[in-house]
């Protein structure tokens, strides 16, 4: 978990990277259609090898690069952290230790405009249209949906009151069950925010969370005392709402260099006052962030 104070270092660095408009989530697949003048089903696959039947309110299920290289994205994360990947038509899955755990799509930017590269994250919600309602309420934007999306389920992309962008998702095959983290694997999620306590009261109602935790002016939101998610006040930093995902590794000062050797940057390098030194946040060689951080199993 990345404090504040160390953000601020790493503002020239982060500020211009910005956030795409993510609405190409689900209009993605009709580039890959012969007769775009009819409108095809949505047909993201599921997010799941094997159908679970079990959903879990509040967890993040799932995580999709929007880049505008792929191949180049490919290359970057099967170096730094041994992804491997499975194209079909403009979709792009990605296995880490052969389990399922995320997936690409190519974004095609406007003329003269440069695409900025971001993951969106997926949460699981009980009622994707019942939530909606919610976004609307309080004056959040429905940017896509809800949309039924074959394998995938029932879906919306939407923006908080902030402008940061999630996709709330009722998986048809179930989530992902819950399991440590390994190396290579998603471990966090945090949410930038400039008003931390609306955006609790937001996501609380969104995910279910039934309790939180404060740790050092970091709010983690839990489900049956598990921790889903954070939220990181960052009202006095000029940077823009948005939720960064975690990727667990085994060696921080390894990774880093791969990162480095692969066309990212490490924006903010680790510090013993950063959960005893054991986080960094890199950007990939697409703009993407990303938190990496060393995490024994037991630990906080």
């Known amino acids: 978990m990345i404090k504040r104070s160390v953000l601020g270092s790493m503002k020239v660095s982060v500020i211009g990277i910005g956030m795409l408009t993510a609405s190409l989530w689900f209009t993605g697949c009709a580039n890959i259609t012969e007769t775009p003048?009819?409108?095809?089903?949505?047909?993201?696959?599921?997010?799941?090898?094997?159908?679970?039947?079990e959903w879990h309110q509040g967890k993040f299920v799932w995580h999709d690069l929007l880049t505008d290289d792929v191949k180049a994205a490919q290359k970057f994360y099967g170096d730094v952290f041994g992804w491997t990947f499975k194209t079909k038509r403009a979709y792009t899955q990605i296995f880490n230790q052969?389990?399922?755990?995320?997936?690409?799509?190519?974004?095609?930017?406007?003329?003269?405009?440069?695409?900025?590269?971001?993951?969106?994250?997926?949460?699981?919600?009980?009622?994707?249209?019942?939530?909606?309602?919610?976004?609307?309420?309080?004056?959040?934007?429905?940017?896509?949906?809800?949309?039924?999306?074959?394998?995938?389920?029932?879906?919306?992309?939407?923006?908080?009151?902030?402008?940061?962008?999630?996709?709330?998702?009722?998986?048809?095959?179930?989530?992902p069950k819950d399991m440590t983290p390994q190396a290579g694997d998603w471990l966090w999620n945090e949410l930038w925010s400039n008003t931390p306590k609306e955006s609790y009261t937001f996501y609380r109602h969104?995910?279910?969370?039934?309790?939180?935790?404060?740790?050092?002016?970091?709010?983690?939101?839990?489900?049956?005392?598990?921790?889903?998610?954070?939220?990181?006040?960052?009202?006095?930093?000029?940077?823009?709402?948005?939720?960064?995902?975690?990727?667990?590794?085994?060696?921080?000062?390894?990774?880093?260099?791969?990162?480095?050797?692969?066309?990212g940057e490490v924006l903010v390098t680790p510090h013993k006052e950063l959960a005893g030194g054991d986080v960094a946040l890199i950007a990939d060689n697409t703009g993407a962030l990303v938190i990496i951080q060393y995490w024994e199993e037991g630990g906080e």
């Open 37 to 53: 003048q009819k409108k095809e089903p949505q047909s993201l696959p599921s997010i799941t090898s094997t159908v679970t039947g």
């Open 98 to 175: 052969k389990n399922l755990i995320g997936g690409m799509m190519e974004i095609k930017p406007g003329e003269e405009k440069k695409a900025q590269a971001v993951w969106l994250p997926t949460v699981s919600v009980t009622d994707v249209d019942k939530s909606i309602r919610y976004v609307k309420f309080k004056k959040g934007e429905v940017l896509k949906g809800p949309v039924d999306m074959q394998a995938r389920g029932r879906g919306a992309l939407v923006s908080d009151p902030q402008g940061a962008q999630i996709v709330l998702l009722h998986a048809k095959d179930g989530d």
């Open 206 to 263: 969104i995910g279910g969370y039934d309790n939180s935790e404060m740790k050092d002016e970091y709010r983690i939101l839990k489900q049956k005392e598990k921790w889903r998610a954070g939220i990181r006040d960052i009202s006095k930093e000029e940077l823009k709402a948005r939720w960064v995902p975690a990727i667990r590794v085994s060696d921080l000062k390894e990774t880093m260099s791969k990162v480095k050797s692969s066309g």
